[in-house]
């Protein structure tokens, strides 16, 4: 389910996470003596090769709460880090999904070491969806035109329905406009919807097309029954609300879509519900 449809023509293809682990092979763990001591109230169901390399990895990653030990240690004997049984699991994961040894460090580092700024955007116009006082909130900047968005859209209506109560997704209008030139005219019209509440109604259609003009998104907007007239002045109106989200997402380090912001912070893990489903549950449990 990675990918992302990149803003810069120069920038190398993003392949996205998972696809990393989908084409990754097993590295090897003969590095010396490794502690196979079994975790208590881990099933592990890792086999062979794979299971040598779990144990090898969490003797030597570092521990998930900023301890001078390793991930071992944190689960095993320091009960104040609350986020060790989380991460041992997240290598589970990784390894199951066929993760090798440094693609197994590097999500774990960019999960665990590697904490980024957190950013502050307007949201206050922006269409959203999920509970309003959510502990976990989401922002998506998307690109109606993107595959990548139009792949990833099921992902994010599985985590609100398998989250609901706990997760608030906000939308954020990021049309990548030298190479989908129909992503704003879409963008525009879902937040003309949206002020006759029928944003949903619209996101699904528009993500239904391939390509957009103001002609198509005009009959979308008939189709689900929006008044015409409110409806072209909106649109007109939306034109600056399209910029400035495009903006902030500039300013925020967004280059591709689609990009997930994790409560204020960049999400740079596997683009997939499970894993985006797994930093949730962590940090519920985490700042309980």
Not at 167 to 174: A, E, H, P, W
Request: net charge negative; with cysteine; glycine share 6%.
């Amino acid at each position: 389910m990675g990918g992302a449809c990149e803003k810069k023509e120069n920038k190398p293809p993003d392949t996205g996470a998972m696809n990393a682990l989908d084409h990754a092979g097993s590295s090897s763990t003969a590095d010396g003596p490794v502690d196979t001591t079994p975790l208590a109230g881990i099933d592990l169901k890792l086999e062979g090769d794979k299971k040598q390399l779990f144990y090898k990895l969490v003797g030597s990653l570092k521990s998930p709460c900023g301890k001078a030990h390793s991930l071992r240690t944190s689960f095993t004997t320091d009960t104040s880090c609350k986020r060790a049984p989380f991460a041992v699991r997240y290598v589970i994961s990784l390894l199951e999904d066929e993760a090798n040894e440094n693609d197994a460090r590097n999500e774990y580092a960019k999960k665990y070491e590697k904490t980024p700024q957190p950013v502050t955007f307007d949201l206050s116009k922006a269409p959203h969806a999920g509970a309003a006082d959510a502990r976990i909130k989401l922002v998506e900047f998307f690109d109606y035109e993107c595959p990548h968005c139009k792949v990833f859209k099921p992902a994010m209506e599985q985590i609100l329905n398998d989250k609901a109560g706990q997760v608030s997704l906000t939308f954020m209008m990021f049309p990548i406009e030298s190479k989908h030139p129909g992503s704003r005219p879409a963008a525009q019209a879902a937040l003309a919807a949206d002020q006759q509440g029928k944003f949903a109604e619209m996101h699904d259609k528009l993500f239904e097309q391939a390509s957009h003009t103001r002609e198509s998104v005009t009959g979308l907007a008939k189709e689900i029954g929006l008044d015409m007239d409110k409806f072209a002045k909106d649109y007109d109106a939306a034109s600056d609300h399209v910029t400035s989200d495009a903006k902030q997402g500039d300013n925020g380090g967004v280059d591709s879509t689609p990009t997930l912001f994790f409560n204020n912070r960049k999400y740079d893990g596997p683009m997939h519900p499970k894993y985006i489903e797994m930093w949730i549950d962590e940090e519920v449990a985490v700042n309980r």
